[in-house]
């Protein structure tokens, strides 16, 4: 069995996500896949009925109006990896996830704003030429975190 303490926590969430419904399901998936935080920048979330479990009620969330905000409020000694299809990104399969981050998505159709591109610690992409819909792309990560976390103990 993993000791928490060991294992370092995660965050998740998305920066002026359009379509509440992802941001549901994604909360849902962050529920389940152990996340220990969500939040959104820009545009808030509202109550969705594709988020079954309730995950807000159930974790902390975090609003920030800009990323400015909340990138001077990142936990200390965590990193920000941006999820993002960018020449500087590396392949999620051989990504080592840091103990202590926190995964930032962008808007399904414009992806990460260049500040956020730039101050990220670590991009991650996929095997993919197109976009993958934000919640199946975070839900992606935060499966490949877990996956990973266990097979190493």
Known sequence: MVNNLEQGFFGIGIQNGKTPENLGVLWRSAQNM???FIFTIGNRYA???CDTHKAVGAMPYFHYKTFEDFFENLPKGSQLVG???HEKSTQLETFVHPKRCVYLL???DHGLPKIA???SHHLVKFKSELSLNVSVAGSIVMYDRQAKLHFKN
């Open 34 to 36: 152990g996340a220990s």
């Open 47 to 49: 109550k969705q009925a």
């Open 83 to 85: 999820v993002e299809l």
């Open 106 to 108: 962008g808007a399904e």
């Open 117 to 119: 591109i730039e101050k």
